[in-house]
C-alpha cells in the first residue's frame, strides 16, 4: 500500500484538526493510501505540547525548516497566518516536498502567482485546501447541475457566512489585522470555500462590481486595551459568468457578520427547468426545483453518501471533521494518481484565480467601477 507520511507547520485549529483526521483514516474502505501525522512543526511550545497525544507523531520542532529536511515526511500541510504562506510553501516545495496548502495561498495575488511558478518549477504536487464541497449535499448539487436539466441559468448565489464578530467584544486576533491577514481581508479568510465549487462547475467570473464593508475598526486586544481591526468584515461580489455564450449573474457572498450564521456554507445554481440549493445550516437537506406541468421544490433528505466510502452508517449525519477527512482523502488519491472521477481539491490555477477575483474586486470598491477579471 502507498504510504503517505505528512508533516502539520501551525498546529493551531486547522493544524489540530488535520490531526484528528489522521486518527481515524482507517475508516476509509478499500482506500489505497495509507496516511500518517509523522511531524509537527509549531512556534509555540504549548502548542508542540498538545501534538504527545498523537502517537504517530515523531518529530516536534519549532523550526519548520527541520520538518522539511526531515526525509520521512512526503507531504507538509501549512496552517499559518497569510503573511508567511509565500514564504513557508516556497521553502516546502523547494524542500523537495508534496504540499496541501491553506487558503487563501499567499497574502495577494502576486505572492499566490509566485507560489504557483515555484510549484510548477519544482514539479511537485500542491493543492489547496477547501473541504465544504465534500458534503453530500455539495456533491449532489455539482452533480445537478453537470447532468444538465436546469434549462437556462438565471442565477448563481455561493457564500460563506459567519456572525461571531457581531460582538464588538470579540478579541481581536491576525485574521481581522491586515498586515497578517491580507488587503483582501474576509475574502482572503473565506472566499477559497466561496469559489472551489463554481470555479469546478466552469463559472469564472468576467466582471465583478465588490461592495466591501469594515464594520468595527477597532476590538479588545486582550490586554486591556483596544487594537486597529482593519480587514474587511464582509463583501458581496456581482460578477457575470460566461455560461454557453451567455453573461449569467453569480454573486459571492464572504461575511464575518451575518446576523445567525455561525459557519453556513452554501450554493445555489436556478435555471428556467430545475434548480438546486444546499447549505450546510440544514446539513442533510437538499432543495431541488423542478418545473413540470406544476413548480414544486423537492427537500430531499441525505445521509452519509461520502465520495470516498467509510465505515459510517449511511444514515448517520456528516459533520466538519468528515468532511476534513475526505478532502485529504482527495488529495490522497488525486497525488497517487488515483482520483479517478471524483472531486479534487482547489488547483494552484483556481486558487490564483480566486486572487484574481479579489483584486479585482478591490479595486471596483475603491474606485466604484465593474472591473474585468480574467
Ligand atoms: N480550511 C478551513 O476550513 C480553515 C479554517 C480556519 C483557518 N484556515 C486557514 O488555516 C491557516 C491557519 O489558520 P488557523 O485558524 O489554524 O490559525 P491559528 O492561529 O489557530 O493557528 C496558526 C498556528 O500557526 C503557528 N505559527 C505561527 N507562525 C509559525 C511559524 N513560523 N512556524 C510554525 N508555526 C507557526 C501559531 O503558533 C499557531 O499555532 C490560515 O491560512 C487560515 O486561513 C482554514
Known amino acids: 500500500m502507498n504510504k503517505m507520511r505528512v508533516g502539520v507547520i501551525g498546529g493551531g ?19 489505497p493510501v495509507q496516511a500518517e501525522l509523522v511531524a509537527v512543526c509549531d512556534v509555540q511550545e504549548s502548542v508542540r505540547e498538545w501534538f504527545r497525544r498523537v502517537p504517530t507523531v515523531k518529530q516536534l520542532t519549532a523550526h519548520a525548516s527541520e520538518v522539511f529536511a526531515n526525509p520521512e515526511v512526503d507531504v507538509v500541510y501549512i496552517a499559518v497566518p497569510h503573511h508567511l504562506h509565500e514564504s513557508l510553501y516556497i521553502e516546502a516545495l523547494r524542500a523537495g516536498k508534496d504540499l496541501l496548502a491553506e487558503k487563501p495561498f499567499g497574502i495577494d495575488l502576486a505572492a499566490a502567482i509566485r507560489i504557483r511558478e515555484v510549484a510548477k518549477e519544482t514539479g511537485r504536487f500542491v493543492r489547496c485546501s477547501s473541504e465544504f464541497p465534500f458534503m453530500p449535499g455539495a456533491l449532489r448539487v455539482m452533480d445537478a447541475v453537470k447532468n444538465g436539466g436546469l434549462g437556462r441559468l438565471l442565477e448563481i448565489r455561493s457564500g460563506f457566512h459567519h456572525s461571531s464578530d457581531l460582538d464588538p467584544l470579540k478579541p481581536v486576533n491576525w485574521k481581522r489585522q491586515v498586515k497578517f491577514c491580507g488587503a483582501i481581508g474576509v475574502m482572503g479568510d473565506l472566499g477559497m470555500h466561496t469559489i472551489h465549487v463554481p470555479f469546478r462547475l466552469g463559472y469564472k467570473p468576467t466582471r465583478v462590481y465588490a461592495q466591501l464593508q469594515k464594520i468595527y475598526h477597532e476590538r479588545p486586544d486582550g490586554k486591556g486595551g483596544m487594537a486597529p481591526c482593519d480587514t474587511w468584515d464582509n463583501a458581496l461580489l456581482h460578477t457575470d459568468v460566461a455560461v454557453d455564450g451567455n453573461d449569467v449573474p453569480a454573486r459571492f457572498e464572504m461575511k464575518r457578520l451575518a446576523p445567525g450564521e455561525t459557519n453556513s456554507w452554501f450554493i445555489e445554481v436556478f435555471g428556467t427547468d430545475g434548480g438546486v440549493r444546499y447549505n450546510t445550516k ?93
Open 282 to 374: 440544514e446539513p442533510k437537506t437538499l432543495h431541488l426545483f423542478e418545473r413540470g406541468k406544476e413548480q414544486a421544490w423537492k427537500r430531499l433528505e441525505l445521509g452519509h453518501q461520502m465520495a470516498f466510502p467509510v465505515i459510517t452508517g449511511g444514515i448517520f449525519e456528516v459533520g466538519f471533521p468528515d468532511i476534513l477527512l475526505q478532502m485529504w482523502a482527495s488529495f490522497a488519491a488525486e497525488r497517487a494518481g488515483l482520483l479517478g472521477h471524483r472531486l479534487g481539491c482547489v488547483t494552484p490555477d483556481e486558487a490564483v484565480a480566486s486572487h484574481e477575483l479579489f483584486a479585482a474586486a478591490l479595486l471596483s470598491h475603491e474606485t466604484k467601477t465593474v472591473q474585468l477579471v480574467f
Open 13 to 31: 485549529l486547522m493544524g489540530k484538526e488535520v490531526a484528528s483526521a489522521f486518527g481515524r483514516w482507517f475508516v476509509l474502505q478499500d482506500f
